[in-house]
């Protein structure tokens, strides 16, 4: 049977981050993908140009039409914008059991937008946080969850342990941010060890919904079973050729390229997505 992945997050009109990003990542990864609209943006390469939360009662029918019938295998949350949502969207992970939970802690759009309000941090800290298999915050977000300055990786360190602390089995501290180095780092602690995964960076400006596309990635092979560290390795490989073979899409920051990774596994030359 299929496995299946179900994504709580917010559209991005321009197809490269939020529910398209990820449902396109469950196809490239052969996963049965479902979605639950929590915001509708407005959004292209240049920014984000509205958000329009979904009311509360769609985004309760929307969890127990996919609870009732479709029980997902691995489930993750994006954009979640208020407390509010933050709440029915724990509420009902709980209600229905789905304990291979990814939370990608999305707070603000590459181009400064708010995806998270502020005030709603609390909220995912004290009731998404503590039912998640995986966080993945990058850094300005674990910077906002655990209320440190992250600099060195003595820093990340630290502040994955608290992370950690507030419930989340696995954390993932993604690098991507950190531009003082030739290389990407993303450090994984699982509660015991630290283990660092490093890249090559890729310079460009073609880095909208990375975030959500990994996380997706990891979804996707927790829903197949895997675990979290191959997991985690199959996303950092899924989001790297997306990175690298760049579609060059729109005036500003364009989207990753879903279909690298296959296309490679394939032979299919990305530039032109032929044999
Ligand atoms: N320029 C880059 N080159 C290679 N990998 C990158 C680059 N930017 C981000 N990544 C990778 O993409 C993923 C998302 O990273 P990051 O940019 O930190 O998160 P977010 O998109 O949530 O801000 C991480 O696995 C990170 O290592
Ligand atoms: C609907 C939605 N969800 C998430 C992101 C974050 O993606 P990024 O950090 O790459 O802008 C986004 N821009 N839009």
């Known amino acids: ?8 997050a917010g559209s991005d009109s321009g197809g490269g981050a939020g529910i398209q990003a ?41 969890l127990d ?14 954009m979640l914008f208020n407390s509010d949502i933050i709440r029915i969207v724990a509420d009902k992970i709980k209600y229905y059991g789905w304990s291979n939970l990814v939370i990608d802690p999305v707070m603000v ?63 993932v501290l993604k690098g991507g941010h950190d531009t003082s180095t030739t290389a990407v780092t993303d450090l994984l602690y699982d509660g015991h060890e630290y283990t660092l995964l490093e890249s090559s960076r890729i310079q460009t400006r073609h880095t909208h919904g990375t975030g959500c596309t990994y996380s997706a990635a990891v979804t996707a092979e927790l829903a197949k079973g895997k ?19 760049e579609l060059g899409i729109g005036a500003g920051h364009g989207p990753t390229n879903h279909f690298a990774y296959q296309n490679r596994l394939r032979g299919i030359n990305s530039a032109t997505n032929e044999q």
């Open 65 to 78: 039409s996919i609870g009732l019938d479709l029980q997902p295998d691995a489930v993750k949350t994006g």
């Open 227 to 245: 675990s979290v560290a191959e997991a985690i390795q199959t996303a950092k490989a899924f989001i790297q050729a997306a990175i690298e073979d």
């Open 22 to 62: 990820d449902l396109k990542t469950f196809q490239e990864l052969s996963v049965y993908g479902m979605s639950v609209l929590t915001a509708v943006t407005a959004q292209n390469t240049l920014g984000v140009q509205g958000v329009y939360p979904v009311t509360l009662e769609a985004i309760n029918q929307q």
């Open 109 to 171: 759009a590459k181009g400064g937008s708010t995806l998270l309000l502020q005030v709603a941090v609390q909220s995912l800290i004290s009731h998404l946080l503590p039912l998640a298999l995986v966080t993945t915050p990058n850094i300005p977000e674990a910077e906002m969850i655990t209320k440190m300055t992250i600099s060195t990786i003595e820093e990340r360190k630290k502040a994955a342990k608290i992370i950690h602390g507030m419930g989340s089995k696995y954390v």
């Open 1 to 8: 049977m299929i496995s299946k992945a179900l994504t709580i």
